[in-house]
């Protein structure tokens, strides 16, 4: 626990000293912790110490989680396969690894069925990397115009993940990237205000280049 709190400490200390010096406040970013090295236990101590969103890429294998802390926004963040679907719209509350169509429609279905609606995000593989998800940026757009048309999805925004560099500034470019696609691809209707991007090693760097969210496992619960 003590050393939870303190691996949040400062994890928070970092997070507001990037914000101040991109003259954001702390609050305009918020902090998803991604469980997957984490036990149930230490989830939920983290929601003790004030932690209100969790992130899981798994689906059976971070289901007890799930259902162990109910009352907190989980975000699945993984990669979605659609026989999945089911599984996750009773429980979480964003999805941010929408990256096709196929994807949509189903939870288009589930949502319809469960007479809920489901936020999402648009992920994006920034890097080009073969071994990433998401989508091309350059496919961004017409994703966008084709999925605003399933209205149980509220598309909030974008998500991607930077090549792994060991000096974060080397993922800046990314990120900005991924910013000024968000700009361009802001159309009418669909503000798209939310940017899911930096982890344990680059969070900073993402919150300078406008992140609304970041996704953090390491830096919290350790390395497994
Ligand atoms: C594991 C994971 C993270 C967190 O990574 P850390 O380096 O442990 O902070 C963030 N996003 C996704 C999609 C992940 O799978």
Request: hydrophobic share 40%; proline share 4%; aromatic share 8%.
């Given at each position: 626990?003590e050393?939870?709190?303190d691996?949040?400490?400062?994890?928070t200390?970092e997070?507001?000293?990037?914000?101040s010096?991109?003259?954001?406040g702390?609050?305009?970013?918020?902090?998803?912790?991604?469980t997957k090295?984490?036990?149930?236990?230490?989830?939920?101590?983290?929601?003790?110490l004030g932690i209100?969103?969790?992130?899981?890429n798994?689906?059976q294998e971070e289901?007890d989680?799930?259902?162990?802390?109910p009352?907190?926004n989980?975000?699945?963040i993984?990669?979605l396969?659609?026989?999945?679907?089911?599984?996750?719209?009773?429980?979480?509350s964003?999805?941010?690894?929408?990256?096709?169509?196929s994807?949509?429609?189903?939870?288009q279905?589930?949502?319809e069925?469960?007479?809920?609606?489901?936020t999402?995000l648009?992920?994006?593989?920034?890097?080009?990397e073969?071994?990433?998800f998401g989508?091309r940026?350059?496919?961004v757009?017409p994703?966008l115009e084709?999925?605003?048309g399933?209205?149980?999805l509220?598309?909030?925004?974008?998500?991607?993940?930077?090549?792994?560099?060991?000096?974060?500034?080397?993922?800046r470019?990314?990120?900005?990237r991924?910013?000024?696609?968000?700009?361009?691809?802001a159309i009418?209707?669909l503000?798209?205000p939310e940017?899911?991007m930096?982890m344990?090693?680059?969070f900073?760097v993402a919150v300078e280049?406008?992140?609304?969210?970041v996704?953090?496992g390491?830096?919290?619960f350790?390395?497994?």
């Open positions: 626990m050393l939870l709190a691996n949040y400490r400062k994890v200390t997070l507001e000293s990037a914000a010096k991109a003259g954001r702390p609050e305009e970013i918020r902090l998803i912790a991604v090295s984490a036990s149930l236990e230490d989830i939920k101590q983290a929601a003790e209100t969103d969790f992130g899981a798994r689906v289901a989680k799930v259902k162990g802390l009352g907190v989980w975000h699945f993984g990669h396969q659609r026989n999945k679907v089911k599984y996750i719209m009773p429980v979480y964003t999805v941010q690894s929408l990256d096709r169509l994807l949509a429609k189903e939870m279905r589930w949502a069925k469960s007479g809920r609606e489901i999402v648009v992920q994006v593989n920034i890097s080009g073969e071994s990433k989508l940026p350059e496919e757009g994703f084709q999925a605003a399933f209205d149980r509220k598309i909030k925004g974008l998500m991607a993940m930077a090549p792994f560099v060991d000096d974060p500034e080397e993922a470019p990314y990120f900005r991924l910013r000024e696609l968000r700009d361009k691809n009418r209707g503000e798209l940017l899911s930096g344990t090693n680059d900073a280049e406008g992140a609304t969210m996704r953090i390491g830096a919290l350790g390395r497994k």
